[in-house]
């Protein structure tokens, strides 16, 4: 099992900046992709970034040249930096690992709150 821990949501005015962070812990070796989801009310929740083990990442476009992914793979820790951040981020972002073994389901974290203010 795999345990996620956001932190780092907010308010913050049109234009700021925010960084999420995501600490995993249990059986972190047995996970490849990290990345970032978001659920603003009334939406389907949609995917931010993800980073594999490896460093390759995937930005959606909504966010690409505001937001980045990072990853410090000694600290099981999955960071999204965002800038120029916009009302329309404004969202819960969730973390989640996923597997090796594609069988398993992914893990989520409990989401972290992020509110941007016009």
């Known amino acids: 099992q795999v345990q996620l821990v956001e932190s780092g949501g907010g308010l913050v005015q049109a234009g700021g900046s925010l960084r999420l962070s995501c600490v995993a812990s249990g059986s972190t070796f047995t996970i490849n992709a990290m990345g970032w989801y978001r659920q603003a009310p009334g939406k389907q929740r949609e995917l931010v970034a993800t980073i594999t083990k490896g460093g390759s990442t995937e930005v959606a476009d909504s966010v690409k040249g505001r937001f980045s992914i990072s990853r410090d793979n000694a600290k099981n820790t999955v960071y999204l930096q965002m800038n120029s951040l916009k009302p329309e981020d404004t969202a819960v972002y969730y973390c989640?690992?996923?597997?090796?073994?594609?069988?398993?389901?992914?893990?989520w974290g409990q989401g972290t709150q992020v509110t941007v203010s016009s």
């Open positions: 989640t690992a996923k597997p090796y073994l594609l069988i398993l389901a992914d893990y």
